[in-house]
């Protein structure tokens, strides 16, 4: 039982160009999530997917794109990366147990744009 | 959401408990509080939380006031494993609410 697995862990890209940040979940989780994280703040919620098949954005989703491939796999593409992307990006995934609901988090990709 | 505040930082001593004090006076009444961890930039790790009855599991324990406003985080004996940014969240899971959302934390450093 991994939990959530992002990929890649560490990127370097050049400004303009564009990738995808994987995550992937073995929960059967139905809720997922991107955030991104500047040095010395807080997880700013990018865009997130209450189930397969949806996507609503978050508190910064400018710049981003999403798919929810399937109830797995949530993955965030930068199209055209910019230096103010530079930020650590986690993946979360909830699920819920009577009233109990918790999330969970990958380990995160450090993405620097130069 | 409710918001919370919290101090931005506090020293504890290794093996004293650390208590770390979450303000949410505007929480209400089915809002649960919960709390993170993140330990030196990994992804956030959930460590426990309640609605309104105080709660103990293996690594804490969370003190809720009657008056649900305030909460404190127990650390009952500190190690310097524990050195890390802790979040007081306050949220109902579900309609109109589909993610956490973190403020600055308390950076708690645990001292030798």
């Known amino acids: 039982n991994a939990g959530v697995t992002q990929t890649p862990k560490f990127q370097v890209l050049k400004t303009g160009q564009s990738m995808t940040l994987q995550c992937a979940q073995d929960m059967n989780h139905n809720s997922m999530y991107w955030y991104r994280q500047d040095p010395g703040m807080g997880l700013r919620l990018i865009y997130y997917?209450?189930?397969?098949?949806?996507?609503d954005k978050g508190e910064v989703p400018n710049g981003y794109n999403v798919s929810r491939l399937n109830k797995r796999e949530f993955s965030l593409r930068l199209e055209s990366a910019a230096p103010s992307q530079t930020s650590v990006y986690f993946c979360a995934s909830s699920g819920t147990t009577g009233t109990y609901t918790e999330a969970f988090f990958g380990q995160g990709t450090r993405l620097t744009v130069v | 959401d409710a918001k919370t505040t919290q101090p931005p930082s506090m020293d504890c001593a290794e093996g004293r408990a650390a208590n770390l004090p979450c303000n949410h006076s505007?929480?209400?009444?089915?809002?649960?509080v919960y709390w993170y961890r993140q330990i030196h930039s990994q992804g956030p790790q959930y460590i426990i939380h309640g609605l309104k009855n105080n709660e103990t599991n293996e690594m804490a324990s969370l003190i809720i006031t009657e008056d649900r406003k305030s909460s404190t985080l127990i650390l009952p004996h500190a190690t310097l494993r524990d050195t890390a940014v802790y979040y007081c969240?306050?949220?109902?899971w579900g309609t109109g609410r589909r993610a956490l959302t973190f403020g600055s934390g308390t950076r708690l450093q645990v001292q030798p």
């Open positions: 505007t929480i209400s009444g089915n809002e649960y």
């Open positions: 969240i306050v949220l109902m």
């Open positions: 997917s209450a189930s397969e098949g949806t996507t």
